[in-house]
């Protein structure tokens, strides 16, 4: 176990200030993959679980660090709610892969910047931008995070927040122009660089609502919040099981299917880099029996509008 460790701790760039410190990380890395291997043994989950940046985290130390600043807003407004673009939408097709039609950019990696709204709201604005013009062009998450008029960074924000921004700024910078730092800076840059990237307003997805979602997203990509307690190892497969409301995470949903096993799922994609989940994605149940959904992900779902 000394050995995986040195070789995880080579992988992943980590160096540690001192020895104990080291050893203290060894016990909760080693605590972690015998939870793992237990896990992908037992043989009767529907997802696997898999060791990643986050082995040599406890459970807690995760959820301060990864997935503790996000800001959700339950009061939305009557005016955004009732202006649900998909509410007459009754036919979907039965799966569908935002991926599979060049609307989605490759996932990034936010690292220790908590800016997951930030990467949830320019993942879906990419991905409306693509569909209306038929471009898709990388935009820079940096630039709403220096720039935006709610001086919200890298201790959480909120999605809506930074459509609004786009929208009263006339665009958003590419992330060529403006590119990624995982932290939050003097705003540099304040001129859109690229006349696709215009919105024009952003609405909410009805509340607990699968199909409201659903019909959502057989649109376009769709910003939602999500609890993320789950989410800390998770490699492959459709996550299940019990999870929570505790909405302390972004997420954007690019796409839904049916597993093998006939399990419906959400596909989301995820700002934690390709090394975690599968190839930074995750699956996560639909029509389960919560109005919530699965880890609260129809509690506050909003999107673009171009």
Known sequence: MYMEHEKWMAQHGFNYKNEEVKERRFKIFKENVQHIERFNLEGNHTYKLGINKFADLTHE???????????PSFEISLSHQSSFTYKNVKDVPPSLDWRDYNVVTPVQNQGSCGCCWAFSAVAAIEGIVAIRSGKLIPL???????????????????MEHAFSFVMQNGGLATDTDYPYTATQGACTNNKPSSLFSKINGFSFVPSSDEAALLAAVANQPISVAIDPRLFQFYHSGV?????????????????????????????????????????GYIKVQRNVDVKEGMCGITLYATYPNA
């Open 61 to 71: 130390e995760f959820l301060a660090k990864y997935a503790g600043n996000f800001m």
């Open 140 to 158: 820079s998450e940096q630039h709403i995070i220096d720039c935006n008029y709610y001086y919200e960074g890298c201790m959480g924000g909120r």
């Open 239 to 279: 996550l299940t099981g019990e999870c929570g409301t505790h909405l302390t995470h972004a997420v954007t949903l690019v796409g839904y299917g049916e597993s093998e096993d006939g399990i419906k799922f959400w596909l989301l994609k995820n700002s934690w880099g390709t090394g975690w989940g599968d190839g």
